[in-house]
């Protein structure tokens, strides 16, 4: 078994990469994402900072309190070579920590539109933001109810992996 099918396997059996195919040298997962074989995928992490007004926000890496900023990276590359995750803290603590599903959304309330989400965006190779919704961000509890995080006083904490 070739060393590339050996490691592709290894990564299914662990789940990691459920939709993955071998050509070449190459990993294609799920015909988006392309991981060269044996990339450090060891990420640029800001680290917990916290944040106490969620709406329409830049989530950076400054460490100002509700102040905007790009999360600077060292990777010198553009967005589509990123993966971008982004986590959430009531401490800023990895133990009490979930991961924020990079994605938008609406809810229509009685005719009126409240915009929930965070997503990343390109400004440069070497920095990104992460743009919250208007209404701050939705996600789910651990008890499948949909919550927003508006103005709590907060953690979050962005990693940036490089794709290759």
């Not at 509700?66 to 967005?79: C, G, I, R």
């Not at 609406?106 to 919704?133: E, L, M, R, S, W």
């Not at 919550?147 to 290759?164: P, Q």
Request: hydrophobic content about 40%; charged content about 20%; some cysteine.
């Amino acid at each position: 078994m070739s060393g590339i099918r050996a490691g592709l396997q290894e990564l299914l059996g662990k789940k990691i990469f459920r939709h993955a195919v071998e050509m070449d040298s190459t990993l294609l997962v799920r015909g988006a994402v392309t991981l060269k074989y044996g990339a450090d995928l060891s990420p640029y992490d800001t680290g917990w900072i916290n944040c106490s007004d969620w709406s329409n926000r830049h989530l950076g890496s400054n460490t100002t309190l509700n102040m905007d900023s790009n999360v600077t990276h060292p990777f010198n590359a553009p967005l589509p070579n990123l993966l971008v995750k982004l986590f959430y803290s009531t401490d800023g603590t990895d133990a009490n920590s979930r991961e924020i599903v990079l994605a938008e959304d609406y809810v229509n309330v009685t005719g009126v539109n409240y915009y929930f989400g965070a997503v990343p965006f390109a400004v440069d190779n070497n920095n990104i933001k992460i743009q919250t919704g208007a209404n701050g961000i939705g996600t789910l509890d651990d008890s499948g109810v949909l919550i927003t995080i508006d103005t709590e006083n907060a953690y979050y904490k962005a990693k940036v992996y490089f794709l290759g």
